[in-house]
């Protein structure tokens, strides 16, 4: 598969800087549409299944099918994104997100609200590739890390108010107004990307279906393997089953595409020494989102007997840390060094869960301690976020475009390892602490990890704007 994305440099200008700024408010809004889509649902989730008569189990769907085919679809999202115009994609992704959440809003029961959240995450897969895309090409090579930087923000602020505007409505108009609440942000979008994002070229690019349907169907067993092991553990045949037979399919996926002209992604953008340490350190860094998210509130739960509200209240110090330094980190890239940037950004956020985890040790309770250890958790991500997403996109924009969709899905794996992680060490006994400083004690091995491999490998130029 190919289609460059190739952004000219050009010297800003105040024109220049007024249009970038009209591009990036349509593409971050929309960014913060579909990042709210998805977990304005967690809080009042047990409220929605009550509503529509269904087992609490399985409201899990409510979760999993967005996640799932948002997963599943964003390498296809990006060949699509290629294939037919990167703004007339961007402008279907903002139109299935309304459709998506008029549909789940009047949902009479949950098969349907389970069908209109499945489309909403097929939207998702279509934002993610597109609006980065999209925005370093408008940005151009100097400002690409304050651009990216711009999506990190918005993707933070839609976790951070997720949770919270998810609860707070859901108590004082019900759960449906949870969704008719994305539709405005996603109009805006639309009607924001119809008016101030440029046309993209359409790449007359050929869908190369086997290596398609092998990673899609591979990265869909991995996902369905990690999704299990919640409700069934971890010595369940279907996860076992499932994530065998996902890493048998990607080995064929790598056969299959390694023996053709124009593979849909090549196995080489895998190897690539940019790429692979920009991918690896997004999979570590949401695992350890994914895994403090959880851990954290089941920790103040069981240890202090924290409500669900109060929780909330420290936990959201992390992705707001995320939103808050997100400029800074676009900054640091650009004027610094992406991959020190990036190298310091893993080592703050190692360290700040190794802290996480003495302190869960010693039975810390609610204070000033753990709110800063949260904190800084989140801004050991938004130093390692903005600059691995700016190394995948130079990488991805030189090779495919469907690299950025195999880049987001490296995060999406990442966070169903995260959630996958929290199910198998905490279990169903959450009485000590052991289990919670086992989870921010591999969260910080992990970005440690991540860390480690930034030193592998060199890139493929010597240029200064390379991560």
């Known amino acids: ?76 999202g990006g060949w699509l994104g290629d294939r037919f115009g990167r703004r007339r994609l961007f402008l279907v992704s903002m139109a ?65 108010a997720g949770p919270t505007v ?17 539709i405005p942000f996603a109009v805006f979008a639309f009607v924001g990307g119809l008016l101030w994002v440029p046309r993209s070229r359409a790449q007359p690019v050929r869908l190369e279906w086997r290596g398609a349907l092998t990673l899609t169907v591979g990265v869909g067993l991995l996902l369905t393997a990690a999704s299990a092991v919640p409700p069934l553990g971890p010595r369940s045949p ?49 695992f350890c989102l994914t895994a403090t998210l959880l851990t954290v509130p089941l920790y103040l739960a069981s240890r202090s007997g924290a409500s669900a509200a109060i929780a909330g209240l420290v936990v959201v110090a992390l992705p707001l840390a995320m939103t808050l330094l997100a400029p800074l980190a676009g900054l640091t890239t650009e004027r610094w060094s992406p991959r020190w940037t990036l190298r310091w950004g893993l080592l703050a956020l190692g360290l700040a869960e190794l802290t996480l985890a003495a302190l869960l040790m010693s039975g810390q309770p609610i204070g000033v301690p753990l709110i800063a250890a949260v904190t800084a958790i989140g801004a050991g991500i938004a130093f390692t ?19 950025l969709g195999l880049f987001n899905m490296m995060r999406f794996v990442g966070a ?15 009485d000590g602490t052991a289990g919670y400083t086992t989870v921010a004690a591999i969260s910080g091995a992990a970005a440690l990890l991540a860390l480690t491999v930034t030193f592998l490998g060199r890139n493929p130029t010597e240029e200064r704007d390379t991560a």
């Open 238 to 286: 279907v996860v076992w089953g499932s994530g065998a037979l996902g890493v048998l399919v990607l080995v064929v996926f790598v056969l299959v595409e390694r023996r053709q002209a124009t593979p849909f992604l090549p196995p080489s953008l895998l190897v690539e020494p940019r790429f692979a340490r920009s991918s690896v350190a997004a999979l570590c860094q949401m």
């Open 96 to 160: 299935g997100v309304t459709i998506g959440a008029a549909g789940a809003a009047l949902a009479p029961n949950l098969p349907v609200l389970v069908t209109f959240r499945g489309v909403q995450g097929v939207a998702g897969a279509l934002v993610l590739p597109s609006v980065l895309a999209l925005l370093t090409s408008a940005a151009g090579t100097a400002r690409r890390g304050r651009a990216v930087s711009w999506w990190a923000a918005s993707n933070g602020a839609g976790q951070a």
């Open 385 to 403: 976020q903005t600059p691995a997403t700016a190394g995948a996109a130079r990488t991805a924009g030189q090779a495919v475009g469907a690299g």
């Open 416 to 430: 169903a390892l995260g959630g996958a992680a929290v199910a198998v060490v905490l279990g169903d006994a959450a």
């Open 166 to 182: 998810g609860g707070l409505l859901a108590d004082t108009l019900g759960w449906r107004s949870v969704f008719v609440a994305i």
């Open 1 to 76: 598969m190919s289609g460059a994305l190739r952004a000219p440099h050009r010297e800003p200008t105040a024109r220049g800087e007024a249009r970038l700024g009209l591009v990036a408010t349509a593409l971050v809004v929309g960014t913060f549409a579909s990042t709210i889509a998805n977990t304005l649902v967690n809080v009042p989730l047990a409220m929605i299944v009550h509503d529509l008569g269904a087992p609490l189990r399985s409201g899990a769907l409510v979760v999993i099918a967005f996640n799932m085919l948002c997963a599943v679809m964003l390498p296809l």
